[in-house]
């Protein structure tokens, strides 16, 4: 099993930025894939960004392109997710999910196997 603990939200004006991590215990995760969810009130879960367990292959949601970055230290068994020029429909509870059945990173919540408990995104206009 593994476990994923968020941390790094918050509440910042917009084109400020925030630096989300996401903290893996219970195993190594330097073999799943690893991704950043959001949800935002009324609105369905949605792929942000994703990247291989080795780090050399990343995606990024249209949205964001640009502005976010994942990246990961397996080393210290965690994700991370930079997000620069942040605006107001960025706000959202964001998640962190690990797949241990694709080697590279897909869209589909569904496909994710573990999730943490999510950090709230709030950015003021």
């Known amino acids: 099993q593994v476990q994923l603990v968020e941390s790094g939200g918050g509440l910042v004006q917009a084109g400020g930025s925030l630096r989300l991590a996401c903290a893996a215990s219970g195993r190594t995760i330097s073999t799943n894939v690893m991704a950043w969810f959001r949800q935002a009130p009324g609105k369905d879960r949605e792929f942000v960004a994703g990247i291989s367990w080795s780090g050399s292959s990343t995606r990024y949601t249209d949205s964001v392109k640009g502005r976010f970055t994942i990246s990961r230290d397996n080393a210290k068994n965690t994700v991370y997710l930079q997000m620069n020029s942040l605006k107001p429909e960025d706000t959202a509870v964001y998640y962190c999910?690990?797949?241990?059945?694709?080697?590279?990173?897909?869209?589909?919540?569904?496909?994710?196997?573990?999730w943490g408990q999510g950090t709230q995104v709030t950015v003021s206009s």
């Open positions: 999910a690990a797949s241990s059945l694709y080697a590279l990173p897909v869209t589909q919540a569904g496909r994710y196997n573990y």
